[in-house]
C-alpha cells in the first residue's frame, strides 16, 4: 500500500494563478481532509469529506474548492493564489467517522505563492 | 481561550533524558486524545492514543491523560536522537469527526 500519496511536493505560482493538488490514497478509507499548516498556526481544517460525493468546509475554507468524486481522490483546488495562501498542504485520510480519528497524512505539499 | 493549548517550546535535551510534553485543553466532553510525531518536512504520524484517564505505555512511551484537570502527557523514557520531531496533540469529543489539534512541540535530543 502506498498510504496517501499528495503531488506535487512542491510548486511556485504567481498571485491569481490557479492550480489543483493532489491526493490520493488506497487504504478505503472514507473519510479524507485538507489541512495547511503555518508557522504558530499550527494544523488548521480546510476542507474534508466524509465520502465520495460529500464535502464540508473545515475553519479556512475561503479560497479553496474540493470535489470528491471517488473514495481515492481528493483534489484541492486554489482558485486564484494569494501569498496569504503559501503553506504547506496535508491530505490527510481516516477510517474512523467517529469516535477515535487515526488519520494518516500524505507528505505534504510545499507552496509557495509570489 | 484556546481549546487544546500546547507549549510550542523549542525543548532540546540531552541523549538518555526523559521528556515531558504536555497540553491543557478546556472542553470536558474530550474523549479521545492522541499524540503525533512529524519528523522535518514529513507529515503527522499517530505515535499513541489514548481514551480515558491514565496511563497507557509503549515502549519508551508512555501517554497519561487526566480528564480531572484537563491535562495530557507524553512520556519519553532514554530519549533517542532520532526522537527529535514535533509532537502535536490532538483531541476530539467522540462523534465529532474533526480533531483538535495542538501547535505542536519541538523537540531535539542532542547526542
Known amino acids: 500500500n502506498a498510504g496517501v500519496t499528495q503531488t506535487p511536493k512542491f510548486q511556485v505560482l504567481k498571485t491569481g494563478q490557479s492550480m489543483t493538488l493532489q491526493c490520493a490514497q488506497d487504504m478505503n478509507h472514507e473519510y479524507m481532509s485538507w489541512y495547511r499548516q503555518d508557522p504558530g498556526m499550527g494544523l488548521r481544517l480546510i476542507h474534508y469529506s466524509v465520502g465520495a460525493g460529500i464535502t464540508d468546509q473545515g475553519e479556512v475554507p475561503n479560497g479553496y474548492n474540493v470535489s470528491r468524486s471517488t473514495t481515492e481522490d481528493f483534489p484541492l483546488r486554489l482558485l486564484s493564489a494569494a501569498p496569504s495562501q503559501t503553506s504547506v498542504y496535508f491530505c490527510?485520510?481516516?477510517?474512523?467517522?467517529?469516535?477515535?480519528?487515526?488519520?494518516?497524512f500524505g507528505p505534504g505539499t510545499r507552496l509557495l505563492v509570489l | 481561550q484556546k481549546e487544546v493549548e500546547q507549549d510550542p517550546g523549542p525543548l532540546s535535551v540531552p541523549e538518555g533524558a526523559i521528556v515531558s510534553l504536555n497540553c491543557t485543553y478546556s472542553?470536558?466532553?474530550?474523549?479521545?486524545f492522541m499524540w503525533y510525531r512529524q519528523y522535518s518536512r514529513k507529515g503527522p504520524e499517530l505515535l499513541m492514543y489514548?481514551?480515558s484517564s491514565g496511563n497507557k505505555e509503549d515502549g519508551r512511551f508512555t501517554a497519561q491523560v487526566d480528564k480531572s484537570s484537563k491535562y495530557i502527557s507524553l512520556f519519553i523514557r532514554d530519549s533517542q536522537p532520532s526522537d527529535s520531531a514535533t509532537y502535536l496533540c490532538?483531541?476530539?469529543?467522540?462523534?465529532?469527526?474533526?480533531?483538535?489539534w495542538g501547535l505542536g512541540t519541538s523537540l531535539a535530543v542532542n547526542p
Open positions: 472542553n470536558s466532553a474530550f474523549q479521545y
Open positions: 490527510a485520510s481516516s477510517y474512523s467517522l467517529a469516535g477515535l480519528q487515526t488519520q494518516y
Open positions: 490532538a483531541i476530539n469529543a467522540g462523534n465529532n469527526r474533526k480533531l483538535i
Open positions: 489514548t481514551y
